[in-house]
T-cell receptor, first 115, second 114 residues
Framework: DTAVSQTPKYLVTQMGNDKSIKCEQN?????MYWYKQDSKKFLKIMFS???????INETVPNRFSPKSPDKAHLNLHINSLELGDSAVYFC??????????????FGPGTRLTVL | AQSVTQLGSHVSVSEGALVLLRCNYS??????LFWYVQYPNQGLQLLLK??????LVKGINGFEAEFKKSETSFHLTKPSAHMSDAAEYFC????????????FGTGTRLTIIP
């Protein structure tokens, strides 16, 4: 199926650990994103990459490091996890077309719980 | 800076009744406006979007929204609610500067009463 996929779907870990979330899209899109959705459902962009180049970095602690090995993948690595990092993390992608912003396609989310 | 305000974090309507979800935006440049829906334990799915042109936009599942520049609003409506419409709805704004950044509202949870 053509889609945005994320692994794992659920991630439970202890404070202080380092973890990664992987995202892959097979839609041929140039731009990929990471969003954080908190317990109140508020959704906020963290990062955006266009063709492996970082274009948006929204004042995210440097414990969070995105990595884009190619334009179909955008992984999120988190060091020294804190309780406040517990959230649902969504990956998204969009085509880059002339004329302005286009639809973003979202993955199913990764629910991170830090104990 | 852009912002989105969704009035009413929870809206309940009876099955068959009109659905009205409110969204007001703030943007210093002409906005692109979006409505996304999130079903439980799923990612977001685009319902509809306004870019330019016709201000009444029709989307999937019978939803539509009207861009009113004078009111800085982009309210979402559906004439007759269905049980399957129960979900979280997010309004979002982007701008024309090309960095594809979406700013979301805080969401409205729609409950359908049988």
């Amino acid at each position: 199926d053509t889609a945005v996929s994320q692994t794992p779907k659920y991630l439970v870990t202890q404070m202080g650990n380092d973890k990664s979330i992987k995202c892959e899209q097979n839609l041929g899109h140039d731009t990929m994103y990471w969003y954080k959705q908190d317990s109140k459902k508020f959704l906020k962009i963290m990062f955006s990459y266009n063709n492996k180049e970082l274009i948006i970095n929204e004042t995210v602690p440097n414990r969070f490091s995105p990595k884009s090995p190619d334009k179909a993948h955008l992984n999120l690595h988190i060091n020294s996890l804190e309780l406040g990092d517990s959230a649902v993390y969504f990956c998204a992608s969009s085509p880059r077309l002339a004329g302005g912003p286009t639809e973003q396609f979202f993955g199913p989310g990764t629910r991170l719980t830090v104990l | 800076a852009q912002s989105v305000t969704q009035l009413g974090s929870h809206v309940s309507v009876s099955e068959g009744a009109l659905v009205l979800l409110r969204c007001n935006y703030s943007s210093s440049v002409p906005p692109y406006l979006f409505w996304y829906v999130q079903y439980p334990n799923q990612g977001l799915q685009l319902l509809l979007k306004y870019t330019t042109g016709a201000t009444l936009v029709k989307g999937i599942n019978g939803f539509e929204a009207e861009f009113k520049k004078s009111e800085t609003s982009f309210h979402l409506t559906k004439p007759s609610a269905h049980m399957s419409d129960a979900a979280e709805y997010f309004c979002a704004v982007s701008d024309l500067r090309g960095n594809e950044k979406l700013t979301f509202g805080t969401g409205t949870r729609l409950t359908i009463i049988p």
